[in-house]
């Protein structure tokens, strides 16, 4: 195994396996062959060909296209084709968050291949031997990735919270860390990737921060999401994301990004430039 593999799983999709749904001019996703299917039973809402799918008569409204987008993906919720709902909303956009044309349930996002975006954060403590991090476990009953290693704090940015709210928010329910400290984190970019998933297409933004914590600082999950945390010695955690399948898959790449920054993951490395450019992928 190595870095760049983990760069390649996050970065697995097959263009011709998907058409993009359109909007006024705009690729706002890109849909699996038989997710466009299932939009047929639609004829007023979506033209669908094989090779593009349109949001025809979308409301000229940001209300209008998120109340009438929500009812499409209630039918699919009903007849399976979407698992379940979430209960947070995500902009639907082409470009930033702020450019959003309407909202849609997280859950439903990569059934429509849209962008989704999120905050990872890396906290560390800085010790006489180097630096440590801080690593989460996920609990048994996620949904996704259960009983993976996991960043100190990482989560969904809903489209009605700000960046700075929502990663007090995630800080808070994560790792019991109160604002102060919370807003000390220091950003430091964002990492992007396509993947292709059991769900769909995930075009994914991360918006990554380090946190350099007191020696003192013991995280404590509020929410139930993490069942255990350990402070491990950041060679450690570089062997376990470049030998190992422990992390969930997407933290990987964001603590890679942190190996990179802090001279971990060395200049001289052979795989350099290619980890610099991975960790950038372009978003569909």
Not at 101 to 125: S, T
Not at 223 to 249: H, M
Request: with cysteine.
């Amino acid at each position: 195994m190595s870095f760049i593999d983990k760069i390649r799983a996050c970065n697995a999709w097959n263009p011709g396996d998907f058409v993009p749904l359109m909007l006024d001019g705009e690729r706002i996703g890109m849909l699996r062959q038989g997710a466009a299917k299932a939009l047929r039973r639609w004829p007023d809402r979506f033209s669908v060909t094989p090779e593009v799918v349109r949001w025809i008569d979308a409301p000229a409204d940001f209300d209008g296209r998120t109340a009438l987008l929500a009812e499409v993906v209630h039918t699919l919720v009903e007849e399976g084709l979407i698992s379940h709902l979430h209960g947070e909303r995500y902009p639907v956009t082409a470009g930033n968050r702020e450019q959003a044309r309407c909202l849609v349930d997280r859950a439903c996002a990569p059934f429509f291949g849209m962008r989704a975006f999120g905050q990872h954060l890396n906290g560390f403590v800085r010790t006489s031997k180097g630096i440590e991090m801080w690593i989460g476990r996920r609990s048994a009953d996620r949904r996704l990735y259960p009983r993976y290693l996991d960043n100190l704090v990482a989560g969904g940015l809903p489209f009605d919270l700000t960046l700075a709210e929502n990663l007090r928010k995630e800080c808070a329910e994560e790792a019991g860390m109160p604002a102060e400290i919370a807003d000390r984190a220091v950003a430091v970019g964002a990492v992007t990737y396509c993947r292709d998933s059991e769900r769909g297409l995930k075009p994914d933004v991360m918006y990554c921060y380090d946190l350099e914590l007191p020696e003192d600082f013991e995280p404590r999950c509020t929410d139930g999401e993490v069942e255990a945390f350990y402070r491990l010695p950041v060679e450690e955690v570089r062997d376990l994301v470049r030998d190992t399948g422990e992390f969930k898959l997407n933290c990987n790449l964001v603590i890679i990004d942190f190996l990179v920054r802090h001279g971990i993951i060395p200049q001289t490395d052979p795989d350099y430039l290619a980890i610099i450019g991975g960790l950038r992928s372009p978003l569909c």
